[in-house]
């Protein structure tokens, strides 16, 4: 993102109004994130830093991803939900992991696989913050089982010891 003419620039380029809004869950996942990052907040550009919320149903989920930009660090305000991240193969692929309830917090460094899970029985709602204007976001399941043109099912059943079978591309 390019920046504003400074001489065009408002209190607004500074805003955002929304996040008491809870998002959507009624999808597949369960879960609804509203990010605020510079595509929001054109002042955000060269700052730095961005921020989201995250709503769950009860069972909903934020598949893994990676933030290839930024590292994470994230606050439940309401709910139970079970965070993690996988560390990288230098260190044996350790999954780091917690429970989290109101006011707990946890971070995430950059580029790792992380997930999010709602685990109790009533809705979950957290704040995200990253280190990043614009840390971008790469879902494991999507990049792999839905590539355009789709790879080929013998190499990913290879890769993840499955049956040909087992992957589908519906």
Same mark, same amino acid.
């Given at each position: 993102?390019?920046?504003?003419?400074?001489?065009?620039?408002?209190?607004n380029d500074f805003y955002f109004s929304g996040l008491n809004t809870p998002g959507n869950t009624n999808n597949r996942l369960g879960s609804s994130v509203t990010n605020v990052d510079v595509r929001r907040i054109p &002042?955000?550009?060269?700052?730095? +830093?961005?921020?989201?919320?995250?709503?769950?149903?009860? &069972? /909903?989920? $934020?598949?893994? *991803?990676? *933030?290839?930009?930024?590292?994470?660090? $994230?606050?439940?305000?309401? %709910?139970?939900?079970? +965070? /993690?991240?996988?560390?990288?193969?230098?260190?044996?692929?350790?999954?780091?992991?917690?429970? !989290?309830?109101?006011?707990? @917090?946890?971070?995430?460094?950059? %580029? !790792?696989?992380?997930?999010?899970?709602?685990? %109790?029985?009533?809705?979950?709602?957290? $704040? &995200?913050? +990253?280190?990043?204007?614009?840390? %971008?976001?790469?879902? $494991?399941?999507?990049?792999?089982?839905?590539?355009?043109?789709?790879?080929?099912? &013998?190499?990913?059943?290879?890769?993840?010891?499955?049956? @040909?079978?087992?992957?589908?591309?519906?």
């Open positions: 993102m390019l920046c504003k003419d400074p001489k065009l620039v408002t209190s &002042g955000l550009n060269t700052l730095g +830093v961005a921020i989201s919320r995250f709503d769950f149903a009860p &069972g /909903g989920q $934020i598949p893994p *991803h990676i *933030h290839p930009r930024a590292s994470q660090m $994230i606050l439940v305000l309401e %709910g139970t939900l079970l +965070v /993690g991240f996988v560390s990288s193969n230098d260190y044996n692929s350790t999954l780091f992991s917690k429970v !989290l309830y109101p006011g707990d @917090v946890f971070a995430f460094p950059v %580029g !790792l696989v992380q997930c999010h899970a709602n685990i %109790g029985k009533t809705n979950a709602v957290a $704040i &995200g913050a +990253v280190g990043s204007q614009n840390p %971008g976001v790469v879902p $494991i399941g999507k990049t792999l089982f839905g590539s355009r043109p789709l790879i080929d099912t &013998g190499l990913l059943a290879k890769a993840f010891a499955l049956d @040909v079978n087992t992957i589908s591309y519906e």
